[in-house]
């Protein structure tokens, strides 16, 4: 179609799950990766967002229970209408399934009767999801042969004749109800008084699937007073029946050696993935307030003239992974194949090898046990002379000069050159201050020096004091000695840098201190 309007675009309600992002569907990750606009929940997991292209248009309608929505309803439908009628592809992101109590089909239907293409990606609902992280199942056929999903979003004494509590306390072995918190006191009441035993077990599941997720079980006569007792609000869903009992041995969420903890993640933006992932495995829900900005070098001109003579090297030397990706960078802007007549790289540990093979370079090694500049320099000394050889070494501004001066110190050339910048973040050091102040924050991570002394110059006195109390984890040598120097030693720093290996140490470091009667 040439001129006038353009051809329209299409709408794909996608489920978001219900809170996990670990839990969309592999159909939904496609849709939001080719969206030109994502209209979104606050149910939503934020991290999901990242999947759509840098340059989609996120709106937020803020849509959470009972709260007052950002956009009301007829307005996110003419939003999505507007969207795709201007030929966007558009992701309704909602939590759970669109199709449970999400106004999907209202959504839909508006899509159907203006003509606009539209699909459906199921999503996992928090009826099923959230019991199921809590060890709760819906059927078992030792205790539940059927169940039942319902709102319990209104007044169940104003809608007897759409919900029939009567009938239903009765008629399925479980009852699940979503959106019912406001109105729980008058539902536990309702299935009382149409036949329910108080002593049914019930349970409310708060924030489930996340690591917040917080449970209180009860007989259906104490369930409400017991969970309002325990501060317990929306989102929630609230379980009836013998299925409950299950959960004294099936609550494997809550088992995750870091469940219940919030660990600060320092790492840079677009680096930090494997760290939140293996935290998030762990039980953990993971605070990401990058520390670094990286940035080219202001002068590429010694940087270029490297690339321009990288045959005449005998190996390129990387301390970082971001050194790697910096000079793939520069060298795909100058329009050469790094691999093209590159000498072996050696790289100072197993995630800056692998993002040297991904550039298509050839590895030559790495230590096996200190990962570090100086493990790297020994590594160099002992497979053959460094007297004559000549070494591209492209690193941060301020890099250490341990590594080159050691070479240089053996016979070798060096050619130490700028491919990256680190700067400190660009934020507002309240925020951060607050969270350690008021002691929610457990744990804190640290993947290099710079991001130790960038987290160093935010704090005052009272949330360096607030600081020192909670755990603090060091990927490596370097960096223990740079939280050293701060004040802030390092309690965890595992044998081998890496997320999973850094994870798994604090893991053992939380354990240690829950068995010592500690947090």
């Keep these: 179609m040439s001129g006038g309007r353009p051809e329209p675009g299409r709408v794909i309600l996608v489920g978001a799950g219900p809170g996990d992002p670990d839990l969309l569907t592999l159909r939904g990750a496609a849709a939001l990766r080719e969206a030109d606009a994502v209209v979104y929940d606050a149910l939503s997991a934020p991290e999901l967002l990242d999947l759509a292209p840098p340059h989609a248009l996120r709106v937020d309608v803020g849509r959470r229970g009972h709260e007052a929505p950002t956009r009301s309803q007829p307005e996110i439908t003419a939003l999505l209408l507007e969207l795709a009628r201007a030929g966007k592809t558009v992701v309704r992101l909602k939590g759970g399934d669109p199709f449970v109590f999400g106004r999907g089909a209202e959504e839909a239907s508006a899509c159907a009767e203006a003509g606009i293409p539209f ?187 490297a690339l321009a003579g990288l045959a005449a090297y005998d190996g390129l030397l990387f301390t970082s992974a971001n050194a790697v990706r910096f000079l793939a960078e520069r060298a795909a802007a100058l329009g050469r194949r790094l691999a093209a007549g590159a000498p072996p790289a050696w790289c100072v540990g197993p995630a800056t090898a692998e993002a040297a093979r991904a550039a298509g370079l050839e590895v030559a090694g790495e230590p096996e046990a200190e990962r570090d500049a100086l493990g790297l320099l020994g590594l160099l000394a002992r497979r053959g002379p460094l007297s004559g050889r000549r070494f591209l070494f492209p690193c941060a501004e301020r890099a250490r000069e341990a590594l080159a001066s050691g070479l240089r110190g053996a016979g070798a050339r060096v050619d130490r050159v700028t491919a990256y910048r680190s700067l400190p973040p660009d934020q507002d050091p309240a925020p951060l201050r607050e969270e350690l102040a008021a002691g929610r924050l457990h744990a804190l991570t640290f993947t290099s020096p710079s991001t130790v002394g960038h987290f160093s110059a935010m704090l005052d006195a009272g949330s360096r004091a607030a600081a020192a109390r909670c755990l603090v984890a060091a990927v490596g040598s370097q960096t223990a000695r740079a939280l050293a120097r701060e004040g802030l030693p390092a309690d965890v720093v595992p044998e081998q840098a890496g997320a999973e290996e850094l994870v798994a140490a604090l893991a053992e470091a939380v354990a240690a201190q829950r068995a010592g009667g500690g947090r």
Excluded: C
């Design 119 to 305: 699909e459906v990606v199921p999503g996992v609902s928090s009826a099923g999801a959230a019991l199921a992280y809590a060890g709760i199942p819906l059927t078992d056929r030792r205790h539940s042969a059927s169940f039942a999903v319902v709102t319990g979003h209104k007044d169940p004494t104003k809608v007897a004749a759409e919900t029939r509590w009567e009938l239903l306390a009765r008629a399925a072995d479980t009852l699940v109800i979503l959106m019912g918190m406001r109105n729980l006191e008058e539902i536990a009441a309702r299935l009382l008084a149409a036949g329910r035993a108080p002593a049914t077990p019930a349970a409310v599941v708060m924030n489930g699937t996340l690591p917040s997720q917080r449970v209180v079980e009860a007989p259906l006569g104490e369930i409400a007073a017991r969970a309002r007792a325990a501060g317990l609000g929306a989102p929630a869903v609230i379980v009836v029946g013998d299925v409950v009992q299950l959960r004294r041995s099936l609550a494997w969420f809550e088992a995750r050696p870091l469940f219940g903890l919030r660990v600060l993640v320092t790492r840079p933006e677009g680096q930090a993935g494997p760290m939140l992932a293996a935290l998030r495995r762990a039980g953990a829900e993971a605070v990401h307030l990058p520390m670094l900005r990286l940035l080219p070098a202001a002068d590429p001109a010694p940087l270029d003239a």
